[in-house]
Structure formats: C-alpha cells, structure tokens
C-alpha cells in the first residue's frame, strides 16, 4: 500500500485521503491496518470531499485548502452521543464550546468552553454545534506546536452532499462516518495521510 514510509512504529491503524489534482475537491478515503504482517486493508474506500480549493502543503488560514500531509487522528466529539462501538475519546459539544480560529488570538487552533459572548472574546470562531458536526473526528494538524494563521480546525466529519467542498476538511457520508468511528482506534495510535495521487 501506499504512504506508510512516515509513518511511527507505534502507527498500526492509517487513514488514506487521495485527490487527483491538487485542486480537485472530490477524494477517496482508505483505512488500513497493519497487526505485525504488513499493511492490509480495513474497509472498501469511501468518496470524500476536501477543500473548496484543493490540497496543498502550504495551507494557510482562510484558504479553503485542505492541509497535505500525515497526521495524528485525535478524539472525536459531535453534538449527539457516540455512535455505538466508537473507541475514540468522545466529547460533547455544548452551545459554550468553540474552535478558534482568530490568528491574532493566543486560544488559536484550540477548543474552548466559553460562557461569554464569543465575539467579544474573538474576531474569529466555529460553533461546536454546528449541524455538520452530528459526529467529528479532530485531524491534528497545526497542534504541536500551533503556528498562527497556519491553519485551524481541521476535521473529519459529515458531508452536506458528494460535490459540496468543505472550507478545509475532509468530509464524508453521514453513514460512512459513523462506520469510520466503529473502526478508529485509540490503542492503534491512528493516523491520517492526506495527499495528491501519485505523490
């Protein structure tokens, strides 16, 4: 299988994400899973939508790009419960909670419960709530450490239709995502590799 050369010995579970062009929004997303023999495949592939503007490893906030490259899978969250069989740590986002995405802000790239009037507090957010965000998984991009105006909230989550692009995510059938959560798993230290075919 492809793009597996960066990935940790501790990486026994990857997620493909593969565009034709760098500027495609449609994907095709594969999960494999490597238990000692060799890289095998999970599931048969799913489409997926990216960026209204494609893939490229110089995303930048505001871009409509998705971020190229590998990735740690981190937890999930949603505003509903977790769908039965779900492995991943699982969050619940309430009204309170946001996704900075305001460069100038030191709470950059980050979840925070705030009580407040967020836009006193930020030039720039997402909604936890949002309807897109039944079921999420977070990409871990930008995180360690998080570079301003690099790029923020990057998520795997439902998609509002098979040629609807995200503003930077990687999004899927509602029913493939809930399939997705039934197979990710924690203990295999999960990551994510999002690239242009051939690449």
């Known amino acids: 299988m492809k793009n597996t050369s960066d990935t940790s010995p501790l990486c026994r ?8 062009s760098p ?4 994907a095709v997303l594969t999960v494999y899973h490597n238990d000692g023999a060799g890289w095998v495949q999970t599931m048969e592939s799913i489409p997926a939508v990216i960026g209204k503007h494609g893939i490229d490893a110089r995303k930048a906030e505001g871009d409509r790009k998705t971020p190229q490259g590998l990735y ?13 069989g779900t492995k991943l740590p699982y969050r619940i986002a309430t009204e309170h909670d946001y996704w900075v995405d305001d460069p100038e802000s030191d ?19 997402e909604r936890l709530t949002d309807p897109l965000y039944t079921h999420a998984v ?12 690099k790029g923020s909230a990057i998520f795997l989550h439902r998609w509002k239709s098979g040629d609807t ?3 930077g995510c990687v999004a ?3 029913e493939d995502l809930v399939r997705l959560l039934g197979v990710l798993d924690p ?3 999960p990551k994510i590799n999002m690239t242009v075919s051939g690449q």
């Not at 579970?13 to 034709?20: A, D, G, H, K």
């Not at 740690?72 to 039965?84: K, L, N, Q, Y």
């Not at 977070?138 to 105006?149: A, H, R, T």
């Open 72 to 84: 740690d899978v981190g937890e999930a969250f949603g505003t509903a419960p977790a769908p039965d």
């Open 23 to 26: 500027t495609s929004i449609h």
């Open 187 to 189: 203990a295999k230290h």
């Open 13 to 20: 579970q990857l997620i493909t994400v593969e565009t034709e």
């Open 172 to 174: 899927v059938a509602y």
């Open 107 to 125: 709470d950059y790239n980050r979840w925070v419960h705030y009580e407040g009037n967020p836009s006193e507090r930020w030039k720039s957010f």
């Open 165 to 167: 692009p995200t503003l």
């Open 138 to 149: 977070v990409i871990k991009y930008n995180e360690d450490p998080v570079v301003k105006g």
